[in-house]
């Protein structure tokens, strides 16, 4: 099991950036693929990007490709995802997770994922 914690979450303006961090600890970091999911007030959580174990492949869902950039330092245990270009319907909170098996690709399926983060939120104003 691994355990996550997320930061960097608050209040911007439209057009603003964040950059989110996810610091992981317990099992080891480098061999697992991981994502970012978000949930909206009364909508169901989804996926937003996720990266694979070693970094060299990255997925997003449409509506944040070329603003949202995941990436990941093996070496901190840590995961990020830098949100430029923000919109009021980014507004979330932000769930990084792990995938359950080793080796994965950051796949877009929540099932995937084995263990979450408590959440950040994140809220972008008009």
């Known amino acids: 099991q691994v355990q996550l914690v997320e930061s960097g979450g608050g209040l911007v303006q439209t057009g603003g950036s964040l950059r989110l961090s996810c610091a992981a600890s317990?099992?080891?970091?480098?061999?697992?693929?991981m994502g970012w999911f978000r949930q909206a007030p009364a909508k169901e959580r989804e996926f937003v990007a996720g990266i694979s174990w070693n970094g060299d492949i990255t997925r997003y869902v449409d509506s944040v490709k070329g603003r949202f950039t995941i990436s990941r330092a093996n070496g901190k245990n840590t995961l990020y995802l830098q949100m430029n270009s923000l919109k009021p319907e980014d507004t979330a909170v932000y769930y990084c997770?792990?995938?359950?098996?080793?080796?994965?690709?950051?796949?877009?399926?929540?099932?995937?994922?084995?263990?979450w983060g408590q959440g950040t939120q994140v809220t972008v104003s008009s």
């Open positions: 317990g099992r080891a970091f480098s061999v697992y693929a």
């Open positions: 997770a792990a995938e359950r098996r080793r080796y994965g690709l950051g796949v877009a399926e929540e099932n995937e994922y084995g263990d």
